[in-house]
């Protein structure tokens, strides 16, 4: 189970990122723990159960056979009854099981929301509401386990009634040819001691059959739990290395999005006809409104994505051409909400490079503007962060992020509002750091704020997935279009607003 659990963590960890757009932390993690946990209860007890079970059950029966053939049969002749019986109960339940183990993947799914949201639930004061619909699910469970019981409550006693008749049959049979003479096909004596063993025996057989349900419920359990397993083993990954794919080794930073379309899973196209080109060391800025595509874009180049259509190529390779992994090594990214392992600020920052040095961390730490804050800190860079990194400020993880990113020394950067977490005076710090860091790499920009990017080589502005505008920050001022109307009105000119933001503001105004 050990290993069943490591490869399904394995296989899940490779899956496409669209699996984990549609799938919730929960039930995932309900297959890894109690899924594989309900296949090792099973391999445990009810595998060598059964096979005791079978051996005493085949024991039992030679030694009856051997006795006294026309005995053996009476006492048989409820069996295949009894196999019925079971295989009519074991399709009945199968549903039962399965629908209870989905029940459980949905409760820790709830849990799960509920508690990483708990934040959320004290500050709207809505407990109540979250026990209810952790109470929903729960019961769901209770009434799936229930039906479950009820029908294996059924089960038990009437197998027990089965035996209960075997016995009675034998034991009438049985004292008519001892007492009154052999029954119709039958001939010969019948010893006593044959009938107190037939006895002892049909007895033997019967008290082991309650075991039976147990071992059936364990079987059916891990039925559903290995559906589930298994499940999630043969989900196929489509973002994946060819078998040909080329290993980079160095990159020299030259990214070109060539006619790029791009959907999510079954949704709208969010990138629509995308090309440029970025020169190694150069610095791309993307602005635009929010909801317009330019995560999406990003995302792209570090392959977390395939695209519909065209092609996003780095050095001329087609990123479906080249191995996974060492594309990523020599892509940087810094996202807009950091995510930090539970574990000290130095192991997070050595994502970058898993081998590097202690003075190398502290290096890129002080790169991204981050070593003041670590040293003041009692624990320095053996402060844990706790878990998501929740025990540092937003800005401080961001600056974590950007030494992780300094470490790992990448030809291409890719800055997703990077400095969005951070105080005016921390922002001017990174920015200054980045700027040093992008200096000689591709880097990719997204900024709301326009004065972080207006050095930039090129700025594409993106509205509904489409470049709308593209140039320096002079070439877009002249061209006088939505990047002009934006800066005038982050510089504090109001009346720059787009006529269609000043309507909407305007009506609401008359409301
Ligand atoms: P912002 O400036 O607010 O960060 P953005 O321009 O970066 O916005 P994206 O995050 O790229 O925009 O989102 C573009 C569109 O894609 C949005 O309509 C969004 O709803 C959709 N979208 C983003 N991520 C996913 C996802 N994982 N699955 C489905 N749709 C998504």
Redesign the pocket.
């Known amino acids: 189970m050990h290993a069943v659990r490591v490869d399904c963590f394995e296989k899940m960890s490779r899956l496409d990122m669209s699996f984990f757009?549609d799938k919730q932390t929960g039930e995932v993690m309900s297959i890894l723990s109690s899924d594989t946990e309900n296949l090792e209860s099973f391999l445990d007890n009810a595998l060598s159960n059964s096979v005791r079970l079978g051996a005493m059950l085949f024991g039992i029966g030679v030694v009856l056979f051997l006795q006294n053939v026309y005995l053996a049969v009476v006492t048989l002749l409820v069996a295949p009854v009894m196999v019925a019986f079971t295989r009519w109960f074991m399709k009945r339940a199968e549903p039962l099981y399965a629908a209870r183990r989905s029940a459980v993947g949905k409760l820790n799914t709830r849990l799960e929301n509920a508690i990483s949201g708990v934040e959320l639930t004290k500050t709207t004061a809505s407990e109540d509401y979250e026990t209810e619909r952790v109470r929903g699910s729960s019961k769901r469970l209770f009434d799936d386990t229930m039906a479950m019981l009820r029908l294996s409550y059924f089960y038990r006693p009437g197998m027990e009634l089965l035996a209960g008749v075997s016995f009675t049959l034998t034991f009438l049979v049985g004292g008519y040819w001892l007492f009154v003479g052999p029954p119709p096909g039958a001939s010969g004596q019948l010893g006593a001691g044959t009938l107190v063993t037939f006895l002892f025996l049909s007895q033997r057989f019967a008290t082991p059959l309650a075991e039976v349900s147990n071992i059936i419920d364990q079987y059916e359990n891990a039925l559903a739990s290995s559906e589930r397993v298994f499940g999630l083993m043969d989900i196929p990954v489509h973002v994946t290395d060819d078998s040909d794919a080329v290993t980079l080794d160095s990159v020299e930073g030259r990214v070109e999005y060539d006619d790029v379309h791009f959907a999510?899973?079954g949704?709208e196209t969010?990138i629509d006809g995308v090309s440029f080109v970025a020169e190694p060391g150069e610095t791309v800025a993307l602005v635009?409104p929010?909801?317009?595509?330019?995560?999406?874009?990003l995302k792209l180049v570090l392959r977390m994505y395939d695209v519909s259509d065209g092609a996003v190529r780095v050095d001329g390779h087609d990123l479906r051409d080249v191995e996974m992994a060492s594309l990523r090594s020599h892509v940087g990214y810094v996202g807009?909400e950091t995510f930090l392992f539970d574990g000290t600020i130095a192991d997070n920052i050595r994502y970058g490079d898993f081998d590097a040095s202690d003075a190398a961390v502290r290096e890129a730490a002080k790169a991204a503007e981050a070593h003041e804050f670590i040293t003041d800190l009692a624990d320095g860079y053996d402060t844990r962060v706790g878990e998501r990194g929740v025990k540092l400020s937003g800005g401080q993880r961001q600056r974590v992020a950007i030494a992780r990113v300094v470490l790992q020394n990448p030809a291409i950067l890719v800055l997703d509002?990077a400095t969005s977490a951070v105080d005016t005076e921390t922002e001017y710090l990174i920015q200054k750091s980045l700027d040093a860091l992008s200096a000689d790499r591709t880097t990719f920009a997204?900024a709301?704020r326009l004065s972080t990017v207006k050095d930039a080589d090129e700025t594409l502005v993106?509205e509904d997935g489409r470049v709308t505008e593209r140039g320096t920050h002079t070439d877009l001022l002249e061209r006088d279009g939505l990047y002009a109307d934006l800066w005038s009105v982050q510089a504090g000119d109001l009346d720059s607003l787009p006529e269609t933001f000043r309507e909407r503001v305007a009506t609401s105004d008359d409301d």
Not at 290 to 297: I, M, W
């Open positions: 757009d999510y899973n949704s969010v635009g929010t909801g317009a595509g330019k995560s999406t874009l807009q509002e997204i709301h993106l």
